[in-house]
């Protein structure tokens, strides 16, 4: 059982930087491969990006290389998503998911979810 909780989220502005932690409870956090997933209003959750359990390889969803970094602390349990140059389309809720698939970029693939943290990007 891994249980997940998201912080940082907020209100910004277009052009401002944001983090977001992902913590998790299990002591076993460094055999999990962390992923970042984001759900605007009335659309479907999409992933954002996910880093193996060791921190050596990450992957990003095209739109969002180069802005968006995922990196994590096995030491403190934590993973982040480091968010540069916000866009008003970046607004959604933030979810964390632990999986044992490498590199997976559907929701289905990840088997423990947090509960999300809110970004709203103004223009």
């Known amino acids: 059982q891994v249980q997940l909780e998201e912080s940082g989220g907020g209100l910004v502005q277009a052009g401002d930087s944001l983090r977001l932690s992902c913590l998790a409870s299990a002591r076993a956090f460094n055999t999990w491969d962390i992923a970042w997933f984001r759900q605007a209003p009335g659309k479907e959750r999409e992933f954002v990006a996910t880093?193996?359990?060791?921190?050596?390889?990450?992957y990003y969803a095209d739109s969002m290389e180069g802005r968006f970094t995922i990196s994590r602390d096995n030491a403190k349990s934590t993973a982040y998503l480091q968010m540069i140059s916000l866009k008003p389309e970046d607004t959604a809720d933030y979810y964390c998911?632990?999986?044992?698939?490498?590199?997976?970029?559907?929701?289905?693939?990840?088997?423990?979810w947090g509960r999300g943290t809110r970004v709203t990007v103004s223009s």
């Open positions: 880093i193996t359990w060791t921190g050596g390889s990450t």
């Open positions: 998911a632990a999986g044992r698939i490498a590199g997976a970029t559907s929701s289905r693939q990840y088997d423990y």
